[in-house]
Structures are given as structure tokens and as C-alpha cells.
T-cell receptor, first 117, second 113 residues
Framework: GDSVVQTEGQVLPSEGDSLIVNCSYE??????LFWYVQYPGEGPQLHLK?????DKGRNKGFEAMYRKETTSFHLEKDSVQESDSAVYFCALSPLSHASGGSYIPTFGRGTSLIVHP | GAGVSQSPRYKVTKRGQDVALRCDPISGHVSLYWYRQALGQGPEFLTY????????KSGLPNDRFSAERPEGSISTLTIQRTEQRDSAMYRC???????????FGQGTRLTVV
């Protein structure tokens, strides 16, 4: 089945550091790729997305490139801020023929980003 | 509504009792998803509706879990004969269909004692 593997546990940069959170995926279909962000007490919300190979998703200084050849969608930022602290989930949405041609997001286990001032 | 609304926010129930969790999606959203999220984990897919049709229930753990969306709007996830291992955050999400963004509710925290 479909799966997403991302950097697990906590990432603890200092403010101003660069950031890479790895995400690799497996699917037999051609998916769209997403990063969701979750703040304490809230549900996940869309952070950025890329709909096809070589697309780059961007939001609030974060970027992720859809690389089909390496099945990856790593989240990057040049200079993190304390306000970026949250849990980040990589997700894929392939076209699921078993579900009548619908798209059902599959999520990774999450990466907790804690930025120190 | 303004967002996806779930109720109750918190539910404590005794083992063996049945529980019903409600989801009110964003108005007009045709797609509705139920996920379960354990602490420190990502959302785990349970079931999916397109309008009132349950098109995928492959993620439901066993036959104690069921869901319905009779009028294509509000959905109910029912867990019968609850067990302690059912304790988790249950999240509902909705979207306008296709590859559009899924909007999540704040979830129902279920604790089975």
C-alpha cells in the first residue's frame, strides 16, 4: 500500500538555522504531495503542496520540490524562526480507483520542529 | 459552517459502552474523511465518504467501527463495545473533492476506561 516516511522525532534548530525535513514516499500511483502543519490543540492544516513532478510548493519561506526520480518531497527553509515550531506531516494523495476515483491522503508519522531562540 | 466541527471535544466512556462521534463538515464539501491519530503519530485513515456514499472503509480496524453520512452532510462514527485500545484522537476532515485541500476539525479525544 501507499506509505510516507519522514524524519521522525524532534528537530531542534536554533533561530536562523537552515532546515531540511526529509520525506520519502511509496505508491503505485502518481500522487500529489503535501506538507501539513499542526499546532497544539488543533487539527492538521495544509502548509504547502505540489501537484506533479518538478513542481515546487512554497509557503512562509518553506519550500518542497516534488522529485519523482527519487520519490522525495523534502521540506526546506533557509532560516527558521521560533514561530515555525509545530509538528509537520508529509502526505501523499494518489488517485484511488478502489474509492471510486477519489483522493485519500496518507500521512507520515510527523516531525516535531522546536526552534530555540 | 466556518470550519469542520466535531462533537464532543472530549469523551470518556467505560469499556464495553458504545460511543457516537459527530462531524459537521464545511458547508458544500462533498468529501468527508475520518482519521484516528494516536499521540505523537500521524493521522491514520479510517473511512471516506463522497456525498452520502461510503466509498472506502478499508481503514476501519474491525466490525465494531462503523460510519454513516445519510444526507451527505453530517457524519457519525460509531464504536460499539469500546475497548481501551480504542482510546485516541478521532479527526474528521472534509474537502470539496478531487485534489483540493482537506480541512480538519479539532477532533474528539476518546478515552476508554
Amino acid at each position: 500500500g501507499d506509505s510516507v516516511v519522514q524524519t521522525e522525532g524532534q528537530v531542534l534548530p536554533s533561530e536562523g538555522d537552515s532546515l531540511i525535513v526529509n520525506c520519502s514516499y511509496e505508491t503505485t500511483q502518481y500522487p500529489s504531495l503535501f506538507w501539513y502543519v499542526q499546532y497544539p490543540g488543533e487539527g492538521p492544516q495544509l502548509h504547502l503542496k505540489a501537484m506533479k513532478a518538478n513542481d515546487k510548493g512554497r509557503n512562509k519561506g518553506f519550500e518542497a520540490m516534488y522529485r519523482k526520480e527519487t520519490t522525495s518531497f523534502h521540506l526546506e527553509k533557509d532560516s527558521v524562526q521560533e514561530s515555525d515550531s509545530a509538528v509537520y506531516f508529509c502526505a501523499l494523495s494518489p488517485l484511488s480507483h478502489a474509492s471510486g476515483g477519489s483522493y485519500i491522503p496518507t500521512f507520515g508519522r510527523g516531525t516535531s520542529l522546536i526552534v530555540h531562540p | 459552517g466556518a470550519g469542520v466541527s466535531q462533537s464532543p471535544r472530549y469523551k470518556v466512556t467505560k469499556r464495553g459502552q458504545d460511543v457516537a462521534l459527530r462531524c459537521d463538515p464545511i458547508s458544500g464539501h462533498v468529501s468527508l474523511y475520518w482519521y484516528r491519530q494516536a499521540l505523537g503519530q500521524g493521522p491514520e485513515f479510517l473511512t471516506y465518504f463522497n456525498y452520502e456514499a461510503q466509498q472506502d472503509k478499508s481503514g476501519l480496524p474491525n466490525d465494531r467501527f462503523s460510519a454513516e453520512r445519510p444526507e451527505g452532510s453530517i457524519s457519525t462514527l460509531t464504536i460499539q463495545r469500546t475497548e481501551q485500545r480504542d482510546s485516541a484522537m478521532y479527526r474528521c476532515a472534509s474537502s470539496s473533492g478531487g485534489l483540493t485541500e482537506a480541512f480538519f476539525g479539532q477532533g474528539t479525544r476518546l478515552t476508554v476506561v
